[in-house]
């Protein structure tokens, strides 16, 4: 790291450090992990200073911090991560580059009708309940969910997500993550293009890439603590 390095370049040496440790130890590529910023509450100039630390994919919550952050910086990958709602889903259509939330339902159809009539093709990701929190589909459903979502017109399935509860320690999480993982085996031998696993976040993102994560969506780790009036997750 350089001597001189500013609090978010040395945020970003740390956290690619971890990756690379947790590669080391489940014998994968390192580069086959995208860093996903998830800039909730953050403003543009703290996404430029990430970016331009080497971190372009950002995770967005909100239509309207997308909005905004999308409108203000320039060579970033914008990732929704919020929950999908059918009021605001053709808004994501239009300033989304990837959605990790999708479920069977009107959302997704109006996402991808929007994304379709704009000529677009929209990655997305089936969002995966295991703590019934009711923003996914139950586990049990994701065959089911696979086959509605996968050949409607303007997004394109291409694998999972899940958010587990907050965990206490980080192997708190490996269960779920082994979970989301054994789901997608067997959806990606007869579907090639959904090789994708969105899982782990600040406090268990070496897990998840121990696990088989492809993306892991960190904030606090990179951005530091977020503002006393936001009580949500990274």
């Given amino acids: 790291m350089a001597e001189h390095a500013s609090p978010v370049e040395a945020n970003v040496a740390a956290i690619r450090e971890g990756l690379v440790r947790a590669c080391e130890r489940a014998g994968r590529d390192p580069?086959?992990?995208?860093?996903?910023?998830?800039?909730k509450t953050f403003g543009p100039e703290a996404i430029a200073q990430i970016r331009d630390a080497g971190v372009v994919d950002v995770g967005e919550n909100y239509v309207r911090e997308l909005r905004a952050k999308r409108s203000a910086v320039e060579g970033v990958v914008w990732h929704f991560i919020g929950t999908l709602q059918t009021g605001s889903a053709h808004h994501v259509a239009e300033l989304a580059d990837l959605v990790h939330t999708v479920t069977p339902g009107r959302a997704t159809e109006r996402l991808a009708r929007r994304a379709a009539s704009a000529g677009r093709t929209i990655p997305v990701l089936l969002e995966v309940d295991f703590a019934g929190r009711g923003?996914?589909?139950?586990?049990?459903?994701?065959?089911?969910?696979?086959?509605?979502?996968?050949?409607?017109?303007?997004?394109?399935?291409?694998?999972l997500m899940t958010l587990p509860p907050l965990p206490s320690v980080p192997e708190d999480s490996r269960p779920l993550f082994v979970r989301l993982r054994e789901l997608l085996g067997p959806l990606s031998e007869s579907r090639p293009r959904m090789k994708e696993l969105s899982m782990g976040m600040s406090l268990d993102y070496e897990v998840a890439v121990e696990e088989g994560a492809t993306m892991v969506r960190v904030g606090t780790a990179l951005f530091g603590a977020r503002p006393p009036v936001d009580t949500g997750r990274t």
């Fill in 31 to 39: 580069g086959a992990i995208r860093l996903v910023a998830a800039a």
């Fill in 135 to 159: 923003t996914g589909i139950a586990p049990e459903r994701v065959e089911e969910a696979t086959e509605l979502v996968a050949g409607i017109e303007g997004i394109e399935l291409v694998g």
